[in-house]
């Protein structure tokens, strides 16, 4: 099992900036994957960004230009830094990833933090 610990979330002025991170730890061989998510009120979880292990980054459109996905495979970890941000930014920001857990085999999967509140106020 993977577990996902998030923090950095937090309650800003719009253009202000936040960093959030999301440490991966338990049984892992292998993290692959990793990214964020967001999900507004009434809203479905849409991706923001993503990393691969090699550091191939992927941007909604919406936080192209702003926002900036980094990984330390060192310490499992990802980080989100939010610039510039925006009223419409305000979710909850899930941290994703998709880890191998046995050596033996491969039983990678896709893993969810428990989420961390962003708001940003006009």
């Known amino acids: 099992q993977v577990q996902l610990v998030e923090s950095g979330g937090g309650l800003v002025q719009a253009g202000e900036s936040l960093r959030l991170s999301c440490e991966a730890s338990?049984?892992?061989?292998?993290?692959?994957?990793m990214g964020w998510y967001r999900q507004a009120p009434g809203n479905k979880r849409e991706l923001v960004s993503s990393?691969?292990?090699?550091?191939?980054?992927n941007y909604a459109d919406s936080v192209k230009g702003r926002f900036t996905i980094s990984r330390d495979n060192a310490k499992n970890t990802v980080y989100l830094q939010m610039n510039s941000l925006k009223p419409e930014d305000t979710a909850v920001y899930y941290c994703?990833?998709?880890?191998?857990?046995?050596?033996?085999?491969?039983?990678?999967?896709?893993?969810w933090g428990q989420g961390t509140q962003v708001t940003v106020s006009s």
């Open positions: 990393i691969t292990s090699r550091g191939s980054t």
């Open positions: 338990g049984s892992i061989f292998r993290i692959n994957a």
């Open positions: 994703n990833t998709n880890a191998r857990g046995s050596y033996y085999y491969n039983d990678s999967r896709d893993y």
